[in-house]
């Protein structure tokens, strides 16, 4: 069975400075795994994912994820933080090879963004 | 590409009753998925469906149900509501099933109150 772990549940930092959301996961098969972001009363946008190409992996408005194997290990970082990114992010992981699109989703980190 | 849209985005239902929630998927997509939010249990998986047939359910009783058209439009039915199934009900589309490599991408939700 899959599982997803975000280490923390809210993550606050100052506007321009980094921001880094951690990420461990859990999975049978060779894993898909993505990063999704939830502004208030909105769906859910998709930043970025892995599918076993490239380890670094580069999304929008200048998220980055790095997939690393031996830590079970996907964080999202970004390195200069503005306002817009205050929301709840997920991290997400689905089997590949599974017979459809189940999605196990982490329990979410809220952040906030200071002036 | 218009976007998933799902309608209504707000509903108000009594214990008891039933609801239908609508969800229309991105042109091209052929899958459709429900996931529950609450702040709770967090995102849950609720089923997947592909070409009008049912292909991947989640943990959930029977009143929870759904259907998918030829035009791969959704429905969710809910039966004899309980105060618990108050939640944000997320609709996602990918263009297949196969696993982690089809992206979902998801609607703006519909937020259910049950009093």
């Known amino acids: 069975a899959q599982s997803v772990t975000q280490l923390d549940s809210h993550v606050s930092v100052s506007e321009g400075t980094p921001v880094l959301l951690r990420c461990n996961y859990s999975?049978?098969?060779?894993?898909?795994l993505f990063w999704y972001v939830q502004h208030p009363n909105k769906g859910l946008q998709l930043l970025l994912k892995y599918t076993s190409a490239a380890t670094l992996v580069k999304g929008i408005n200048g998220f980055e994820a790095e997939f690393k194997k031996s830590e079970t290990s996907f964080h999202l970082t970004k390195p200069s933080a503005h306002m817009s990114d205050a929301a709840e992010y997920f991290c997400v992981v689905s089997d590949v090879g599974a017979a459809g699109n189940k999605l196990t989703f982490g329990g979410g980190t809220r952040v906030l963004v200071k002036p | 590409k218009a976007g998933v849209t799902q309608t209504p985005r707000y509903l108000i239902k009594t214990r008891g009753q039933q609801v239908t929630l609508s969800c229309s998927p991105i042109s091209g997509h052929r899958s459709v998925s429900w996931y529950q939010q609450t702040p709770g249990q967090g995102l849950q998986f609720l089923f997947e469906?592909?070409?009008?047939?049912?292909?991947n359910k989640g943990n959930f009783p029977g009143r929870f149900s759904g259907r998918q058209f030829s035009n791969s439009r959704s429905e969710m039915n809910v039966s004899t509501l309980e105060l618990g199934d108050s939640a944000l009900y997320l609709c996602a589309s990918s263009l297949a099933l196969g696993g982690g490599h089809n992206t979902q991408y998801f609607g703006p939700g519909t937020r259910l109150t049950v009093l």
């Open positions: 469906y592909f070409s009008e047939t049912q292909r």
């Open positions: 999975s049978s098969y060779s894993p898909s």
